[in-house]
């Protein structure tokens, strides 16, 4: 049995495949099954993969059930010891899995790993370093638009983004999968959240490359990404953040709602964002549900919590999605 699964979850992505399943096909550690879940693609993926990639084993749903569940199709059954999740828009260096094993072999109390992502077509830029939660209830990703030569040394960071992380499998059993009524966007914010909240801790690895084609399966400011970010945001917040804290930061919470409101108003996405909010607040009760177990089975305290927030930089956030950096 292998010791690692790597995950693509895929959707029309055939021109996209080639690229990221050869990446994998070169990575130094070879210790690994690859599975691409396909969630009904209409552009001759399965057929695609099926001719060129024998290696690979394919899960055809037979619909659109989106990123959290179509990974958590996998995740359910494997026995692997790790999961390695890869967008199919992201390229990987080849020490990029050997690079994440040895990172996560070497720190015992990290439960999962983040790498340093660059644009695909500006390598000299960052694209993430690993993500951030800011004080006002919001992801931040971390060093984007930054130089490549920056976030050279491994640390502790709040969570991966699952465009490219690796998580122990038995982290997960413990926490849960991802949140399937999340279907895109923020699910690996809710899973960091809840990992640090379960006392895993998150060791970002700058050696592990990852080449990403932003915004290239999921368009920047779409109405599907507004949507589906800005529902998803709340949820994550109201299910993971300690209540001593809630009390602290919702005044921040409210202002960067506002202020999100003002930009999307300004984009003409307004709409989008409304409903979003709208079915937030109509999944509110669910939510809230699922937050009594995961307050109740937390094991750290609120300090430890509240010195993984950053600090809200409004209007930082505001000049950069402004700029589209």
Known sequence: MNRVSVIIVNWNGKDLLSECLEGLRSQSYRDFETIVVDNNSKDGSVEFMREHYPEVRIIDNRRNIGFAAANNVVLKDIKTEYAALINNDAVTHKSWLENMINALESHNEAGFAACKMVFRDMPQAIDRAGD???RAGAGI?????????????????????????????RMLRDIGLFDEDFFILYEDVDLSFRAQLMGYKCIYVPEALVFHKASNSLVYDSPTSVYYGHRNLEWVYFKNMPAQLILKTILQH??????????????????????????????????????RQIQRNRVVDDDYIWRLLEKELFFHRWDRRLHKN
């Open 254 to 291: 409210f202002i960067y709602d506002i202020m999100a409101l003002l930009y999307f108003l300004i984009r003409g996405r307004g709409k989008y964002f409304i409903k979003s909010k709208g079915d937030a607040v109509k999944g509110l009760r669910k939510t809230i549900q699922k937050r």
């Open 132 to 134: 951030f939660y800011s």
């Open 141 to 169: 990703l971390r060093g984007r638009g930054e130089s490549s030569e920056n976030y050279n040394n491994q640390e502790w960071i709040f969570g991966a983004c699952a465009g490219a992380a690796l998580y122990r499998m």
